[in-house]
Structures are given as structure tokens and as C-alpha cells.
């Protein structure tokens, strides 16, 4: 019996390793083709084509090597009694706030352009914007959130959240349902988008949604692509009454050659890079509730599936 590391070798391979380091004893196949269907007991996995799961008669554990577990979720023959744990590493929490504060910094202090400026040997001072006056509306208000939401209140960005249902931080004001998120809109001059993939944040942000946003308003997103409509957001971007957008995710990864969001001049894009858990904190994880199974206890950091994180 042993681990299944169903996951591109690119990305995969750092955690078998890790695996093979801190669990010298138990068997872990690297690759699909490797393992006998009927000797895996767990399997690491990012996303899962139908008709896998099925594949693996001993299957009793499927954990995600990251926070999100969209991809795992929506596959129809999911049993519905097979544990599924996320893996919670709080340095991608210290990543993600990194990464939206560095955008949020990019954007305000209009860092790209000073860079122009450079290229074009042009010294041309402008007044700073002030931070005070920078309005931070977060989407999603989980651990990942209100470690963000920290990190922009120390230099000196107003943050208020929102999330589906209500939820309280200390020192940040919150919202929640619909209105709660047209209020929010209403007064964010930066959205940050920090939201699992559920049903319910599908195409959350289209064009009705971002045209609520104030004139020149910025987008952030590190939730996930599927949360917000292109052709709205890029219709909104040409229009001028986005100033641009941070797009960490996107709706297909990588984007189609040709897809207008490589080339647009108000995006700025990165390939989903804004966090990653640790090889380590993965493989450790795993093998922790792997354990928890073995012996009949209860699986850390579970999906709840009903609500699809
Ligand atoms: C995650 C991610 O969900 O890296 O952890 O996107």
C-alpha cells in the first residue's frame, strides 16, 4: 500500500521527494503508470480527470498540495465519503499578502510607470498618492484574507472585507451577502479578490459587479480565474473605467496564444505564482492524515464538500 503523487512531475516531483524524506518506509510512486491501482491507499493531486477515482478501489485519503480545492471537487464521481484535505501552510498566507501588497504598491505608487520614465531617461516627479485615500475592498475574509488584510493596514491602506457569510476581524470593517458586496464594490478603489472557487463565486466578478467599483478603480486577483469574466473585465479596462487590473489566475492557465490578456497594456500578469506551499508542509501533511486514517481519526484540515472548500 502506499502514496500516489498524481501530479505533474514539474510540480510533483519536489513532493515526492519530500515524501520519500520524511517517510522513508512508505511507498510512494511518482507517476500513474507506476503505481498498482490496488495498492493505493492516498493520492496527491491538483485536479483529477473523470473516471480516475474510480480506478483506485483502496483510495481512503485524496489530498490537494494547495489551499484551493476547486479542481478536485468538481469531479462528478468524487465519493462522497472519501476524505479530502487541503494543505495549509501559513508562509502562503505571508506569500499571498506579499503579492498584494507588491501590486497594490506597483499600482499607487504607479511603479511601471517610473520604470517607462527610466527606459525614456525622463525625470519627471509627480505627487504620491496617498495610501488614506486608497480604499482596499477584500473579497474573502478566510485565514489567507485576514493576513492580507493586515499587511495593507500596516502601510497604511483602509481595508474593509467581505465575505459570503459574516464574519468579524478586529480593526476591519466587514460585509456580507449581497448588498454587503454592492457596498463594498461601491467603495474599493482596489478590489482584491481572495475568494475560493465555489458555485457561488463563479463569474462573481462580470460586468455588472465591476462596473459597481468607483471610476479607476484596480483589480487584484488571487482567487482564482474562473471568478471573473474576461470579456467584461476587458470591456471595462478599454472603457477606462478600470485603471487596470493584477491578475495572478486566470480562467485557463496558461491563457490561449492570442488571448487578449497577455498583451494588454493595463494588466499586469504573473503565472500563479502569488503563493505556493512548501514540497515539505505538502508531504508532511499527507503523511500526517494518512496516519489519521490508518488509525480511524479524524482528517485535518478536511473539504467540506457540501460547501466546496
Ligand atoms: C492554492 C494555489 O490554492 O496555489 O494553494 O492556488
Redesign the pocket.
Known amino acids: 500500500m502506499g502514496i500516489l503523487v498524481n501530479i505533474h512531475p514539474s510540480m510533483g516531483a519536489p513532493i515526492v521527494d519530500a515524501l520519500r524524506r520524511l517517510a522513508p518506509d512508505e511507498t510512494v510512486w511518482a507517476h500513474r503508470d507506476e503505481a498498482p491501482a490496488d495498492a493505493v491507499e492516498a493520492m496527491l493531486a491538483w485536479s483529477l480527470k473523470p473516471g480516475t477515482l474510480p480506478a483506485y478501489p483502496q483510495l481512503k485519503l485524496l489530498c490537494?498540495?494547495?489551499?484551493?480545492?476547486d479542481k478536485l471537487v468538481s469531479v462528478p464521481d468524487l465519493p462522497p465519503d472519501l476524505p479530502v484535505a487541503?494543505?495549509v501552510?501559513p508562509q502562503?498566507h505571508v506569500e499571498i499578502a506579499q503579492y498584494v501588497v507588491g501590486t497594490t504598491l506597483r499600482h499607487t505608487r504607479e511603479f511601471a510607470l517610473f520604470a517607462e520614465q527610466q527606459r525614456r531617461g525622463e525625470w519627471l516627479r509627480r505627487p504620491v498618492r496617498a495610501s488614506a485615500q486608497c480604499r482596499v475592498g477584500l473579497l474573502g475574509l478566510g485565514a489567507v484574507g485576514r493576513f492580507v488584510a493586515g499587511a495593507l493596514q500596516a502601510i497604511g491602506y483602509p481595508v474593509a472585507g467581505w465575505s459570503r457569510s459574516p464574519k468579524a476581524i478586529e480593526g476591519v470593517t466587514t460585509h456580507s451577502g449581497d448588498g454587503g458586496l454592492a457596498h463594498l464594490l461601491a467603495h474599493s478603489d482596489i478590489l482584491v479578490c481572495a475568494l475560493p472557487l465555489t458555485d457561488g463565486t463563479r463569474d462573481l466578478l462580470d460586468r455588472r459587479t465591476l462596473s459597481l467599483l468607483p471610476q479607476g478603480a484596480y483589480l487584484i486577483n488571487?482567487g482564482?480565474g474562473e471568478q471573473v469574466v474576461d470579456a467584461d473585465l476587458l470591456a471595462l479596462l478599454d472603457s477606462g473605467h478600470l485603471a487596470g487590473a493584477a491578475l495572478d489566475?486566470l480562467r485557463e492557465e496558461p491563457p490561449r496564444p492570442g488571448d487578449p490578456l497577455w498583451n494588454h497594456a493595463k494588466v499586469f500578469g504573473t503565472p500563479?505564482i502569488?503563493?505556493?506551499?512548501s514540497p515539505e508542509t505538502i508531504a508532511r501533511q499527507c503523511l500526517d492524515n494518512l496516519q489519521r486514517v490508518r488509525a480511524g481519526q479524524p482528517v485535518l484540515n478536511r473539504v467540506d464538500l457540501a460547501q466546496g472548500y
Open positions: 490537494a498540495p494547495s489551499a484551493g480545492v487541503r494543505t501552510d502562503q488571487v482564482r489566475v500563479h502569488a503563493a505556493q506551499a
